[in-house]
């Protein structure tokens, strides 16, 4: 499942998915809203993704460390106009991304932005979210998902039709699992709220957007596991 832009790049939720042939992944683009400063109105994102969060200066020259919250390289490493999001802002700010790199053995990526030319200017930026308005949300194939789209959605048991349970999270993990809150009536003799199911075919082979449902096929036991 590729991630990305729920308002984060997986836009107002966070995300995007992708299911590839042997699991399934989301492309982030999952969310978590800026926190506002309480003295300034709370900026309305739903024309937003959030696709990463500057978490701290890199070097002395300007450069940028970003944690993504989008699985699309290209945020970060195709020149262009970018928006920064930061504590007290009604709405992002322009700004133009001039270089960018990854950094595999951290996930994060290091970029330049224009005008932030030392570390005082970067370090004034820790904090801030990177955005992308939702219009520029990438198209996906056939076969892939946005994450902000598989939140809300119903699962079913494939053989019975029994309701589940919502989607209320996608983890990132080596196939994406999906965090699932158990209908009350599924949820009647089990401990646990939630349950996690990984997003690969064999376990979740029918999503139907259209339909709001996802079928499950899971192993003995999987839906037990938290018990």
Known sequence: MKHEEANKEIGSRGGEAQKSRGGRKSKKSNPKSPIPNPKSP??????????????????????????????????????????????????????????????????????KLAGVENCDRAEALRGCKLMVPASDRPQLSEDEYHVLDLIGLEVFMQASGELVGTVVDIIPAGNDLLEVKLHESFAADKKQKTVLIPFVEAIAPVVDLKSNRIEITPPPGLLEINN
Request: glycine residues 8%.
């Open 42 to 111: 709370a900026p309305n994102l739903d024309d937003w993704l959030e696709i990463g969060k500057i978490v701290a200066p890199q070097g002395l020259s300007g450069e940028l460390r970003v944690y993504p919250i989008s699985d699309f390289p290209e945020r970060f490493e195709v020149p262009g106009k970018r928006w920064l999001l930061c504590s007290g802002d009604i709405e992002p700010q322009p700004i133009e991304l001039l270089t960018g790199r990854y950094i595999s053995n951290k996930n994060l990526y290091v970029i």
